[in-house]
């Protein structure tokens, strides 16, 4: 094993984890940060304890069941630690820092403590679709090139300068968890590459700064309508259903199936005279009505919607 001694940051999903497998195959992880949702205060320990619970229950293994398997150091990142969290990175001594998911933006002074600085896996090929939700804003333009960018962290939204990068195709309503698992896959490649290129001196970054982002990957809120169901084609309508649906709120079951969501099946070309954007129900199931015909839908058990509902209420008593 080489002993660069590696800080991960990232959260317990697989964008993150395989990374951060694949880095502790080759190199010395001393430390984990996990990023925690905007929503969770350390302070709040019945809250931070369901988090956690959910997060297993999701995932099976999280960050802190990492931590543990690579004798690493863990520490829970909040919205209101992040001073104590620079004081754990500086206690762990890293070589270098190594990002694939956050919450926020790193401060500047967190930049500076590893020697060889931080760097970040992002799901775009920079400098298109800078932010924090790429992957929606990759369905929603309807892009056929989907990829993964390893680059040094600045004080910018994924401004600094590229050491790797790398694309590959997505089909018409490709399901997002598979786009997902190959940009995790191919992310774990990439920083691995990025890092033996780092430790031997021969990576030779790009500087991308001074390039304008075509589209900023912002956050969707959920009161957004961001369908035109009259002016878009039903191919366009359904790539963005079918990418999309974990991010707006476009098809949203009655609020007594809480613990379901829509799932999009396929687009039957029989044409209809519903209204577009409504849900409908003929002898073959339930519909989106769009003007060109119709989008398949079935309901699905959510766990994310479950979870959701659970946090809202946990919020409110909290």
């Known amino acids: 094993m ?23 195959k080759k190199y010395n992880v001393v430390g984990i940060v996990e990023s925690a949702a905007k929503d969770i205060n350390e302070k709040n320990v ?12 999701k995932q099976f293994r999280d960050l802190k069941w990492f931590a543990k398997k690579f004798n690493a150091q863990y520490f829970l990142l909040t919205k209101n630690n992040v001073s104590e969290m620079e004081t754990f ?6 070589d270098i820092c190594c990002v694939a998911s956050m919450s926020q933006l790193l401060r500047k002074s967190t930049l500076t403590i590893p020697p060889y600085g931080c760097i970040n896996v992002h799901p775009s090929l920079l400098p298109k679709y800078r932010g924090p939700t790429p992957l ?15 680059h040094y962290l600045d004080e910018g939204e994924d401004t600094g300068d590229i050491i790797k990068q790398e694309s590959f195709p ?11 698992h190959k940009a995790s896959q191919l992310g774990a490649e990439l920083l691995v590459h990025s890092l033996d290129e780092i430790v031997a001196g ?3 970054p790009k500087i991308q700064r001074h390039l304008p982002c075509p589209h900023r990957a912002r956050r ?17 309508v359904y790539h963005v259903l079918k990418g999309g649906r974990s991010w707006h709120k476009a098809l949203k079951p009655p609020a007594l199936l809480f613990c379901f969501e829509w799932g999009v099946k396929e687009i ?7 209204p577009p954007g409504s849900i409908q129900l003929d002898r073959q199931g339930f519909y989106a009505a769009h003007p060109e015909g119709k989008i398949r839908l079935r309901l699905a058990f959510s766990p994310s919607r479950v979870i959701s509902s659970i946090k809202k209420i946990i919020k409110y008593v909290a």
């Open 89 to 94: 990175i500086v206690k762990q001594k890293p």
């Open 2 to 24: 080489n002993m660069l001694r590696i800080l991960f940051i990232g959260k317990s999903g697989s964008f993150s984890i395989l990374p951060l497998m694949a880095v502790a």
């Open 170 to 180: 997505i089909q018409l309503g490709e399901d997002p968890s598979r786009v997902m």
């Open 46 to 57: 019945i809250r931070n304890k369901i988090y956690r619970l959910f997060h297993r229950i």
């Open 136 to 150: 929606f804003w990759t369905y929603y333009f309807m892009d056929i090139e989907g990829g993964v960018t390893v």
């Open 220 to 236: 969707i809120k959920p009161e957004e309508n961001l369908i035109d169901w009259q002016a878009w084609s039903i191919e366009r």
């Open 202 to 204: 021969t990576a030779k």
């Open 268 to 274: 039957d070309r029989q044409l209809n005279s519903k």
